[in-house]
């Protein structure tokens, strides 16, 4: 029997292979973590990709030392790396890089857009980002890459964030769209991350979960860890909770905005 599209559990319990789409490096375990490690422990294959490579993000200090004289993105290439491993991702793709690639193109790079505080708790478009960046490259050019990426992976569901982008951030945002487009393009249903929707606990996860975070020494602090979740500072001074949990909603697939 066929899941209703209105259950995304129902899909996710369905689902052999799933794609996991987002926007830096550490967005993946910190709003999809549990998920991805309560799939990957019964078996389900599931990749990332990942449609920037944070450049723009801030340093914990002291996370790099003196004599690393590695650039940003390959300091957070190794991060993520770790993360992925103790999550136990099957694998690992940048949006503009083959598989993630329209076919007959030129590997290109989408650059982190930056953000800015707007209030607490909600981020908004940075004033600095460059023509590069995810939010200024064309959204056809982005979709025909992870459509390129659906096709050669074959997920049965694809997951993403919601149309605020968990807080705002600009490239969040965009690749929800990104997603939901690719999603309604390709068939392949997609779920949204929201703590509104339909919410599972998943405390076997915590050991990979928390793993995966230790490995982003240089985005945020793992603080404490307990049955609730594990606690962690990010580099503006922020706390947040990551549950052992997941909570999602079916996404709409009939326009792309």
Known sequence: MTPSPQDPWALLDAARRVLVVHAHPDDETLSTGPLVADLTARGVHVELVTATRGEEGEVVPGAIAEDDDRPLDEVRAAEIDGATRALGLADRHLLGTAPALAAGAAPRRYRDSGMQWIREGLAGPSDTAGEDSLTRRPLETEVADLLALIASTGPDVIVSYDDEGTYGHPDHVRTHHLARAASAES??????????????????????????????????????ADDAGVLVRHVGGQDQLVPFAAGFRTAATDARS
Request: proline residues 5%.
């Open 187 to 224: 068939s392949v249903p997609m779920l949204e991350i929201s703590e509104h929707g339909a919410v599972r606990e998943l405390p076997g996860t915590a050991a990979a979960v928390t793993a995966a975070l230790r490995c982003y020494r240089t985005q945020l602090t793992v603080v404490s």
